[in-house]
């Protein structure tokens, strides 16, 4: 089942995104935790076993398959391909959790897949906004993620994430080294982002062997705050209006 | 860490004891880290495959602190409380409380990258006199306004003092804007004061933007 992936990464990460999945926010009904897998690994299709239990198969390069219930406690997932293993990895689970499981290039060595999870926080997202996580898995040293051309995320080295919030819109989102402007390792690449979610976006690949993608999980949270106010109204008395003094600006 | 900050977040609002008042109407009012570790596995079956323990994701050291200003501090030095305030009937309701102001609650944190954190309080009441905001009748572009939450705390420099009619606050300028540059927007009331018509006539409207990044 193995086969090279090498096609140009730009077509990839246009297809990726435009079949990006969308989650539910977690009922963790059987389990008490849940858990998604993230296959980061180029050219190859990959199976996934949750304490010895095959829950998905075939899972092909950049997609998100989940969630699936899990018990809190220490699991471990196996990664497989073709019936041969290529790894297996353990982590401890908190009860009412939900993390996404990434099996991806590690920085450094060619040959050897690394896992990293994350988790998912889940909480309620400012109305008309979006959580946005950036997280490096790919197979790149540090680098700077840059946002509609500035550097949002600085300095994010592989296994590691960044977090902010940011409005519902389109955005144009490159890789670069940290602290330079070029060479671009990926894109630049339009990332349109889901309001009312959490959406992560894991940097997959190798730029040398031009694998370079994007896998896009966007997990439904609940919305916080009110709407836009259409009138603030702060004085009853008048008495400001008595200290009236010369140049002010509030009674210029 | 973020979602510990968060949860307190939660918890502030809802204790958080908001009275309404208007410019004239009073109306009622409202009211861990990622588990980390790794574990060391124990693989009890027969397995020809090792197993490893997995990497648990780590925030980048570059991670962006972003509050909910607790407290605001105006040039000069005076301070005032900073609670949660919601929007309801369209109008957004800051504390009675005079010697507070209220952050809207659907407004950018302190740190966000993009929209306006909005604060809003009285210039003056009926009952209480003058508000903690009637300090903003002196205040100038140039001047260095605080706000802080627990050990965090972001400054902005007031870069426009401007006094806006008050039904043009929603619809012209960016005062409440959340998809733009990251700003401080410090609101109050101000313009020709008239008892009969509900008080002022305008809101003022303090813009101030980002010395650095939140601390």
Redesign the interface.
């Known amino acids: 089942m193995t086969k090279r992936w090498s096609r140009p990464a730009l077509l990839g990460i246009a297809a990726v995104l435009s079949m990006a999945g969308l989650s539910a926010a977690p009922s963790y009904a059987a389990g008490d935790a849940e858990v998604y897998v993230v296959q980061g690994l180029p050219g190859r299709t990959v199976d996934v076993a949750v304490d010895?239990h095959t829950v998905a198969k075939g899972i092909k390069t950049a997609a998100v398959v989940g969630p699936f219930d899990i018990s809190s406690g220490?699991r471990?997932?196996?990664f497989s391909d073709d019936g041969k293993?290529l790894?297996?990895?353990?982590?401890?689970?908190?009860p009412k959790?939900s993390w996404d499981?990434?099996v991806h290039l590690p920085a450094e060595t060619k040959t050897k897949p690394?896992?990293?999870?994350?988790?998912n926080?889940l909480?309620?997202v400012?109305?008309?906004?979006a959580s946005l996580t950036v997280?490096?898995t790919a197979q790149v040293p540090a680098a700077d993620i840059r946002v509609d051309d500035k550097v949002?995320?600085?300095?994010?080295?592989n296994?590691?994430?960044?977090?902010?919030?940011?409005?519902v819109?389109t955005y144009k989102v490159a890789i670069v080294p940290t602290g330079k402007a070029a060479p671009v390792l990926l894109g630049p690449v339009d990332l349109t982002v889901t309001g009312g979610a959490l959406n992560r976006v894991y940097a997959i690949g190798d730029p040398e062997e031009k694998t370079m993608n994007v896998a896009l999980h966007v997990i439904r949270t609940g919305s916080?705050?009110?709407?836009?106010?259409?009138?603030?109204?702060?004085?009853?008395?008048?008495?400001?209006?008595g200290?009236r003094?010369l140049g002010?600006?509030?009674?210029? | 860490m973020l979602l510990t900050r968060r949860r307190a977040l939660v918890a502030a609002i809802g204790v958080g004891a908001l009275g309404l008042v208007g410019c004239g109407q009073p109306s009622p009012g409202p009211g861990a880290a990622p588990s980390a570790g790794g574990a060391r596995a124990a693989s009890a079956s027969p397995s020809p495959d090792p197993v490893e323990d997995a990497r648990v994701g780590a925030p980048a050291p570059s991670t962006r602190v972003r509050f909910v200003p607790t407290s605001v501090t105006l040039p000069g030095g005076a301070s005032a409380p900073v609670r949660p305030a919601r929007t309801v009937d369209g109008e957004l309701v800051v504390p009675e409380e005079v010697a507070h102001v209220g952050w809207w609650d659907g407004s950018a944190e302190a740190g966000d990258p993009f929209g306006s954190t909005v604060i809003a309080g009285h210039v003056d009441s009926a009952s209480e006199g003058l508000g903690f905001f009637a300090h903003l009748r002196t205040i100038a572009r140039g001047d260095v306004v605080t706000v802080r939450a627990g050990r965090h705390s972001a400054r902005y420099r007031v870069h426009a003092v401007r006094t806006v009619a008050k039904q043009a606050l929603a619809t012209s300028g960016s005062a409440l804007q959340q998809d733009g540059d990251h700003q401080l927007v410090l609101i109050t009331c101000g313009g020709g004061y008239r008892a009969d018509r509900g008080g002022y006539d305008s809101n003022v409207v303090v813009t101030a933007r980002p010395l650095g990044p939140a601390r």
């Open positions: 010895g220490k471990t997932v196996t293993v790894l297996r990895s353990s982590f401890s689970v908190k959790s499981v990434v690394a896992v990293t999870v994350f988790r926080d909480s309620d400012p109305r008309g906004k997280a490096h949002l995320f600085a300095d994010v080295a296994g590691q994430s960044l977090n902010l919030v940011v409005p819109r916080s705050g009110s709407d836009q106010p259409d009138r603030v109204d702060t004085g009853t008395g008048g008495q400001a209006a200290l003094q002010s600006a509030l009674w210029r």
